[in-house]
């Protein structure tokens, strides 16, 4: 009876922890695994479901960033953008990992494809503003930051991007500045914190 009791118990917990039976979900279940960090196991979730879905190949970009196969994703991203050029998700999705492969260029010139049609998504504006660190294009940076952070008055970030704008161009005045209205919306910024000390 001890021994049926523990039995039937174990595989309570093995149920409720997800480890009996996988949900026949393939998508919940992709989440699922991604929410704990099982990147290979969230794509394989989703083998059942038909390659040429848009969904399927966002979905599998996404993971393979996640995991740090950054072709793979770029290649999943490119398959997702010949599906439907006009994917705005596609387009913001290929940056990051162009991005973590260094691919300035291509990461530019995605963010500015997908600004020609939403002019003031915030993702890309972020996007664009850190290629164009990356790319030592000072000037440009810091008018860009200051534009979007007139559209986006309450966000540190292209107060950030302005700061080290100035920074580099030798304006510490107009930097310590930029830090200082940053703190004022992000009290805990490492960088402002480290600058205005």
Avoid: C
């Avoid at 979900?25 to 695994?33: M, Q, V």
């Amino acid at each position: 009876m001890r021994t049926t009791l523990n039995f039937i118990l174990s595989l309570v917990l093995l149920f409720q922890a997800g480890l009996l039976i996988a949900d026949p979900d393939p998508w919940k279940e992709s989440y699922r695994l991604e929410n704990v960090y099982q990147y290979d196991a969230a794509l394989n979730a989703l083998n059942g479901v038909s390659s040429d879905n848009e969904l399927v190949l966002l979905r599998r970009a996404w993971l393979y960033y996640l995991k740090g196969s950054n072709s793979k994703s770029i290649d999943y991203y490119k398959k997702a953008i010949n599906k439907n050029s006009k994917s705005l998700d596609a387009r913001l999705g290929i940056i990051l990992p162009l991005m973590a492969q260094q691919r300035w260029r291509e990461a530019e010139s995605n963010a500015k494809k997908v600004l020609e049609v939403a002019p003031w998504n915030y993702h890309a504006h972020v996007r664009l503003m850190a290629t164009e660190e990356a790319l030592k294009q000072w000037s440009q940076l810091e008018k860009h930051a200051r534009s979007v952070y007139e559209r986006y008055p309450s966000d540190a970030d292209a107060l950030v991007f302005m700061a080290r704008a100035y920074r580099k161009q030798g304006n510490d005045k107009a930097a310590t500045q930029a830090y200082e209205k940053v703190l004022e919306l992000a009290p805990d910024n490492f960088e402002a914190r480290q600058y205005t000390k």
